[in-house]
């Protein structure tokens, strides 16, 4: 509640700052116009955008159409079709980009955007000045910002995603090594197991033989008989440590495991709890290992447990086969009665699978094997376990695979082996030095999936900047051309107002040839043309100064033949 506040009061203060800068720059706008309404050009845009601001952040695209008004205003405007409003809206175009992750909504609200300012121009029947500032800088205001705004919000992807692999790497190591550490621990108990409790288990077996010798006294059998006790009670504290080492505080492997308890009483206290087991033993049950009875023990509990977690009230079938040489234990639960999948009865917990994990590693420490998976029947999870400890289990065997949990995602697997992890080639895609930070990553071969989503987030970035770099010289290409020859046009029309006092009526042509522009004005207002000219003359329009974006007095010259018949000014604005 407390970071929820403390966001909301950020974005409150950062709301207010933005409206202060764009609410100076409407001020200036107005106190530069002079002649402004203070209504019209102060009191509404400065309410507008204190509603445009805050919208910014839920409903950007509101926010961008609500300043696009202002500036339509603008071009409503008979003075110019420039006002400070422009500064508005390329700052919440920009925010645009920076908060909306998609393309095409934006797209369409800055066209739509684009098509109003036209169509007031068309209404309004705007002059060539408004038409260009229509078709350039309104445009440029709303696309280039936007470009910009998309583009810093792939750069901080991109450094969010850079943080989050940074923060998997390190979880990874951790992992690495607290892996190494349980392997460590599991082939040290192996070897304690078959090296130094089978050799105490002969010493004791010897002593025993001596003790039956007919040569010895009553003290020397005595003496046997105390030292067979102790390597008794050797044995019973190497098994003690071995139980230590393979079940390591805070792991589940083995918590909650009875010492003297055996599959018969955890079934028993099963039924009686309600869960429906039904289970055979087949075979002669041989004299098995602490460590395999401990592990088949932890293989039914953990069984029993999933059935009983996401199968509730579903049949559960538990069968174990002695063999000469080797025991198997089938653990099968039903199919939900819901119509649910048969992999949901035994699974872990979506996403977890710590149990199955943990089971693969005892079995395979053992030397066994164990086998999860849907079948007919249900969900069935079958491990195979020697009556012995084999010496593969000390030998280097490598870590068992990661076992994929029933519910879990295909990809998503368990915790990384100290020799590697899961990967994925990347088709199509060249080595990412991205990879570099991998070092078990083979360059050009297979990128980590963590790598290859950042790389993934690096190409959008460059899609982004390619974009923003683009899109600019292709609108140049369509707009650069019209704008540049509209300014020509202007621009080469321009009669200096001491040369238009120089001009004398009933003077030919050709002697006031090197006082008039190159060419004439093309474009002059409707209520220019509405004075009617003199009868039998042509009448020609010339600006009388160079300002591109104002509107300025025109000059008339008419002509009757080639001699100046007369020469009047129109004053700039609209009747």
Request: glycine residues 8%; positive net charge.
């Amino acid at each position: 509640m407390l970071n929820t506040r403390t966001t909301s009061a950020r974005s409150a203060r950062g709301d207010a700052a933005l409206w202060a800068v764009l609410a100076a720059a409407t001020g200036y706008g107005f106190r530069d116009a002079g002649s402004a309404s203070l209504t019209l050009d102060l009191v509404l845009p400065l309410a507008v955008l204190a509603v445009a601001v805050p919208w910014s952040r839920r409903r950007p695209g509101a926010a961008v159409v609500l300043v696009n008004g202002l500036c339509v205003m603008g071009l409503a405007d008979a003075s110019t079709p420039g006002n400070a409003h422009v500064l508005s809206l390329a700052a919440l175009s920009c925010l645009l980009g920076a908060r909306v992750a998609e393309a095409r909504r934006p797209l369409l609200v800055l066209a739509g955007c684009a098509a109003v300012d036209l169509a007031t121009c068309a209404v309004l029947r705007a002059q060539p000045v408004w038409w260009f500032y229509a078709l350039t800088v309104l445009p440029a205001a709303l696309l280039l910002p936007w470009l910009a705004g998309r583009h810093w919000r792939g750069r901080r992807q991109l450094v969010r995603e850079g943080w989050r692999l940074a923060r998997g790497l390190e979880e990874r190591q951790h992992l690495v090594a607290e892996r190494a550490r349980l392997t460590e621990r599991a082939e040290i108990a192996a070897d304690m197991h078959d090296s130094l409790g089978h050799a105490l288990s002969l010493v004791a077996l010897r002593a025993g033989a001596l003790e039956l010798s007919p040569d010895l006294t009553d003290r020397d059998r005595a003496d046997l008989a105390d030292l067979r006790g102790t390597i008794a009670d050797a044995v019973e504290q190497v098994r003690e440590t071995v139980a230590v080492l393979q079940d390591p505080p805070g792991r589940d492997t083995g918590a909650g495991l009875p010492v003297n308890d055996t599959v018969e009483d955890l079934l028993s206290r099963a039924v009686a709890s309600g869960v429906p087991v039904r289970w055979e033993r087949r075979g002669v049950s041989p004299p098995l290992s602490c460590l395999v009875e401990r592990g088949m023990y932890r293989v039914v509990q953990e069984s029993l447990t999933n059935a009983t977690k996401h199968a509730p009230d579903c049949s559960i079938s538990v069968r174990i086969t002695h063999e000469p040489d080797r025991t198997r234990v089938s653990v099968v639960n039903a199919v939900p009665s819901a119509g649910g999948p048969a992999h949901a009865g035994a699974g872990p917990a979506s996403g977890v699978g710590r149990g199955l994990i943990g089971l693969q590693e005892r079995v395979t420490v053992l030397g066994g094997s164990l086998r999860t998976g849907s079948g007919s029947g249900g969900f069935h999870v079958t491990a195979v376990l020697p009556h012995r400890a084999t010496t593969a289990a000390r030998t280097g065997t490598p870590a068992p695979g990661p076992v994929t949990a029933p519910g879990r995602p295909a990809g998503i697997q368990g915790p990384a082996s100290p020799t590697g992890t899961a990967r994925r080639p990347v088709p199509g895609m060249a080595p990412d030095p991205i990879g570099a930070m991998d070092p078990d990553t083979a360059p050009g071969e297979v990128l980590p999936e963590s790598a290859e989503r950042l790389a993934s987030v690096r190409s959008d970035a460059r899609r982004r900047s390619a974009l923003a770099f683009v899109a600019p010289v292709v609108a140049a290409v369509f707009f650069v051309p019209s704008a540049v020859y509209l300014a020509w046009q202007l621009t080469t029309s321009v009669l200096p107002p001491s040369r238009f006092d120089e001009l004398t009526t009933g003077r030919p042509r050709t002697e006031l040839a090197p006082l008039l522009p190159a060419r004439a004005y093309p474009y002059p207002s409707d209520h220019a043309r509405s004075e009617p000219p003199p009868p039998g003359a042509r009448c020609e329009f010339y600006r009388s100064g160079r300002d591109l974006l104002d509107e300025v007095d025109l000059y008339r010259l008419c002509w009757s033949g080639d001699t100046l018949l007369t020469k009047d000014t129109v004053p700039a604005g609209r009747p």
